[in-house]
């Protein structure tokens, strides 16, 4: 996990160049290195060290002449190692090297064998190859200079003012001077059509626990974050089971403005049942709104929801981070897999909501995906997830969109996955956490924190502002003086077009009140967990 800068042409000033990398320095605290190759390219990188802590130095030589530099894990590199690269002579045992061994034996044919989650940049002479995983867990962007030399990095910040035209790297794709981008990743649940399977519960939670164990792969201690919502106390209960397996102790973290905020009470139950070593933080809504002109230079988005839910995660890595932890666990991805968001109560039709699902999936790297990354990384913390696994998706994605889509206005989201792992003789957890109401991030740390926010932006922003909001910002002009406000921090820092244009923002469909709080939806006062519990059909 780290930070990564690839300069492609010649004439560039090494000491910016070391500069520019060192905007990123937060994502890899632990040393900092470049090479520059025969021809002029520059590759620099940002470390924190996961995995082979001692030698696992970057930038990477291949066999001969290829460097690479990489950020994030990659999962599957022993399994590599032991096959189609068993008659390679490797430098490290870090996962990241399998990168530059692959492109020397296969060309740029082989990102598809990857399974983790990354972005990296291979040069070899005059040739390269960048790419980026299935989802886009891992941040990466790319631009040109007026010379026309092509640069990649995990974050806009040593680019913005280096290019003339930059954005954001697709995820799924490779991309080479010879062939453009490539789409490697076309997983069949693309195609809603495909999603005709009958449910396989056994299966479902196999995977699941497979995509957890994968994410456990570290020679650093490993927590949780811990909310006390279905999808991280799953994460948390089966990283639980199979560290206890191997003797070890799992800690976990949660947030909330005070100890009766509804993520922290739920978590602190979900902590005692499944026996982790539980932290809980506290933040004052002061706090979060000191922040928010550093928390929005590190997150490189002016989307209301990502701010919101961004500032109790950043918190809560910094004091992740000051224990000692380098990697944790994340429910990320699990809404929009399984249509958990309120909102999805109200599609018109089976296939809306199939559609909206894969949607909303293949855009998680606009929204969930970045803040989970840079508010963790803003403080050198790694965030994983496994509900985005691919082997996991195959199995999740393709089930039938009738048997997701909740069937009352009580609602039953994400029932396919509650009941998979309601197992009576070994309870994953408890019932009441089970089947509690979903709570977004940000609504879950405690209403007022949304509520005062809002108070707190109207009074930084006039009529008369909102009354020129399109002659201000012309492109995604923002609506309400929420909005406004981040989009003011941002504009500071990334005033260029082609940062604006870098930012997606997460809206509701299917509901009349557009804000993108969970609050927003009707379901939410109307669906008691008790309700929902007794209302779902088998």
């Not at 003797?247 to 909330?256: A, P, R, V, Y």
């Not at 890595?317 to 699990?334: F, H, N, P, Q, R």
């Not at 559609?355 to 293949?362: F, G, H, L, M, S």
């Not at 997606?504 to 008790?530: F, L, M, T, Y």
Request: glycine residues 6%; proline residues 4%.
């Amino acid at each position: 996990m780290c930070g990564i800068l690839a300069i492609i042409g010649k004439g560039k000033d090494e000491q910016l160049v070391k500069q520019l990398s060192k905007r990123m320095s937060h994502r890899g605290p632990d040393e900092s290195d470049m090479h520059v190759t025969e021809n002029g390219h520059i590759l620099s990188h940002e470390r924190l060290s996961i995995i082979d802590l001692h030698s696992g130095r970057q930038p990477i030589q291949g066999c001969s002449t290829a460097w690479m530099v990489h950020n994030g894990e990659i999962y599957n590199h022993q399994e590599l190692r032991d096959t189609v690269l068993k008659d390679h002579v490797f430098r490290s045992k870090s996962d990241s090297e399998v990168i530059v061994h692959l492109y020397e034996k296969f060309g740029y044919d082989f990102v598809h064998l990857l399974d983790g989650d990354f972005a990296f940049v291979v040069i070899d002479g005059d040739d390269y190859i960048a790419g980026r995983d299935p989802l886009g867990v891992k941040p990466l962007y790319y631009g040109v200079d007026d010379r026309g030399r092509m640069y990649f990095a995990s974050e806009m910040k040593p680019i913005a003012d280096q290019c003339k035209t930059f954005s954001t790297f697709p995820p799924g794709h490779y991309y080479t001077h010879e062939t453009g981008f490539v789409k490697y990743y076309q997983p069949e649940y693309e195609d809603f059509k495909k999603a005709d399977k009958e449910v396989d519960y056994a299966l479902l939670r196999e995977s699941l626990t497979e995509a957890t164990r994968k994410r456990l792969m570290s020679d650093v201690p490993i927590g949780v974050l811990l909310s006390g919502g279905l999808d991280s106390s799953l994460t948390s209960s089966i990283a639980a089971r199979l560290l206890k397996e191997k003797g070890k102790e799992l800690h976990s973290f949660s947030i909330g403005l005070d100890a009766e905020a509804p993520d922290a009470k739920a978590a602190r139950k979900v902590a005692e049942f499944l026996g982790t070593t539980h932290h809980e933080i506290h933040f004052t809504v002061q706090q979060g709104i000191e922040i928010l002109d550093k928390l929005i230079w590190h997150l490189e988005t002016y989307d209301v929801t990502s701010v919101r839910a961004s500032t109790p995660m950043y918190f809560l890595s910094k004091a992740i981070t000051d224990m000692g932890i380098k990697v944790v666990l994340s429910g990320e991805g699990a809404d929009e897999v399984f249509g958990g968001y309120l909102y999805f109560r109200n599609a018109p039709s089976t296939e809306d909501f199939s559609k909206e699902t894969i949607e909303r999936v293949q855009k998680l790297f606009t929204a969930d995906l970045l803040r989970a990354d840079k508010s963790t990384m803003a403080h050198g913390l790694e965030a994983r997830v496994p509900f985005l696994d691919k082997a996991f998706l195959d199995v999740a994605m393709l089930i039938k969109g009738e048997e997701k889509q909740p069937k009352t206005y009580e609602g039953r989201e994400k029932y396919i996955l509650r009941k998979a792992f309601d197992t009576p003789d070994s309870p994953y957890l408890p019932d009441e956490v089970l089947w509690r109401q979903k709570e977004q991030f940000s609504d879950g740390v405690g209403y007022n924190w949304i509520d005062e926010l809002i108070e707190y932006c109207a009074s930084q922003v006039t009529d008369e502002q909102m009354a020129e909001a399109t002659k201000q910002f012309p492109y995604n002009t923002p609506a309400t003086k929420e909005a406004y406000f981040y989009r003011t921090i941002f504009h500071k820092y990334y005033p260029q077009v082609s940062a604006a244009q870098t930012v997606r923002k997460w809206i509701p469909k299917w509901q009349e009140n557009q804000d993108p709080s969970g609050r927003a939806n009707a379901a939410h006062v109307q669906a008691d967990i008790e309700i929902a519990k007794s209302s779902v059909t088998t």
